[in-house]
């Protein structure tokens, strides 16, 4: 009799444990929803007898797909125990991903492909200032550069890593003296901050900038050119235009050394135009992505 009464018993205990494991999967074959209510009320049991908080509307939470009492509630998960929500303060669904923003949607996206790559055009100012300047007299200590280039991306989403590499025309004017450099900055990612909601992104660069050719031309006397090497560090904010398109707005600092110009050796001009040359420059760029 009593082993038959312990049968009986554990019989019964296997099934409630099964029936209170069952519940939990039942409510929470979960789904997403956003909270559509100004102020939704959270309760503790399905009759809703006990209000113990409520939820902010936005709010997005997870939630189970089966309703209870008629319809009314549906499960949530509050500090990992079950409680229920009302129905009607939530949207589910097809329209909870219609919430989604475009940038949202192109955060999805871009999370599913290995790499990107970006190809633009800029233009700017460089406000640039001389160091050993034996032109000081006629140049002043600094000049206002303007121009423009290209300017290429690459950025690997599997381990963060993004380069970049440009090709920029600048030139200065004072008086009868024209400076132009060409230049081809190339630089790595180091630090990247992305925005959730807006699609708005902070990165800064830094790396080697290469002066192929330099030129100094002094009215119609004489022309002159040369070669420089440097370096740079630059932070770009950019905000998403459309699905493709982006602009970025640069602050860059750039210090670079002129090489292999000398003048004409005369009275008039110093033996050698070697200084070097260093300032900020704000950049802005359409850059589309591919």
Known sequence: MKYFISSKLIQITIILCFFTFLIPLDSFAAKWAIVSADKANVYSDVEMTSVIGFV????????????????????????????????????????????????????????QVQSQHRIGIYGGMYQGYFVGNDF????????????????????????????????EYLTAVKDDVVISFLSLPYSWKFFEEKS???GKDFVV???????????????????????????????????????????????????VKFFNMALPQDSIYPYQFDPYLHGVKLLGHFIFKY
């Not at 206002?144 to 590499?165: E, M, P, Q, S, W």
């Open 56 to 111: 902010k509307k936005g709010k997005k939470v997870r939630v189970g797909e089966v309703s209870k009492n008629q319809g009314k509630l549906i499960a949530i998960i509050v500090s990992k125990k079950i409680a229920y929500i009302a129905v009607s303060d939530l949207k589910t669904g097809v329209e909870v991903e219609s919430l989604k923003t475009i940038t949202q949607k192109l955060r999805d996206k871009e999370s």
């Open 136 to 167: 000081k007299d006629s140049l002043g200590d600094g000049l206002l550069f303007v121009g423009g280039g290209l300017r290429g991306y690459y950025d690997d989403f599997k381990d963060g890593t993004g380069h970049r590499i440009g090709l």
């Open 196 to 198: 959730t909601t807006d």
């Open 205 to 255: 660069y830094a790396g080697p900038v290469l002066m192929p050719y330099i030129n100094i031309a002094i009215g119609s006397t004489f022309s002159e050119t040369g070669f420089g090497v440097g370096g740079e560090i630059g932070a770009e904010w950019r905000k998403p235009i459309d699905k493709y398109f982006t602009f970025h707005l640069e602050l860059n600092y750039e210090h």
